[in-house]
């Protein structure tokens, strides 16, 4: 199994829907948690229309987002270390959130969405890690060829 993600920053919709579809994404998992935004077509509803239109299904997961306070106390602090760590332990609490994630992803081609371009600075890295077993793959689908650390096993 394969578990994508991507973070729609510095993308248009039209080019969004285009990666999700070179990679043939079958279902989309919107882990924002409150999946609004200023950028044209990416708030909750209109995404779901164009990405459902696009053949692709959507699901807004909220208990995958990072909650408002540990986003709060990162903007101040910027200790990128004390995030993870808040984060982690908030996502250990989500246990069935994670495990109906997994078994999207073993019976469609699932990604994980979020805002930041960047994975290595995005919650959804963690999520994604959550959600897969040993020999399992993470893909962050990337707007620029992949570099190597754009696949992940975990072994």
Not at 14 to 21: G, H, N, Q, S, Y
Not at 118 to 141: L, S
Request: proline share 4%; hydrophobic share 45%; with cysteine.
């Amino acid at each position: 199994m394969t578990l994508y993600t991507i973070g729609y920053e510095g993308l248009t919709l039209a080019d969004f829907i285009e990666l999700l579809r070179v990679d043939g994404i079958e279902h989309l998992v919107d882990i924002r948690e409150a999946p609004v935004s200023r950028k044209a077509g990416f708030a909750k509803d209109d995404l779901a229309k164009a990405v459902t239109a696009a053949g692709i299904r959507y699901a807004h997961v909220r208990a995958l987002g990072c909650p408002k306070p540990i986003r709060d106390r990162y903007k101040k602090s910027g200790d990128w270390a004390r995030y993870a760590r808040d984060f982690k332990i908030y996502l250990a609490a989500q246990t069935a959130a994670v495990e109906d994630l997994r078994r999207s992803a073993a019976t469609a081609r699932t990604c994980l969405l979020c805002y930041e371009a960047d994975f290595n600075r995005c919650h959804r890295g963690f999520v994604a890690e959550a959600a897969i077993a040993a020999g399992e793959r993470i893909r962050h689908i990337l707007a620029k060829p992949p570099s190597p650390q754009a696949e992940l096993a975990l072994d």
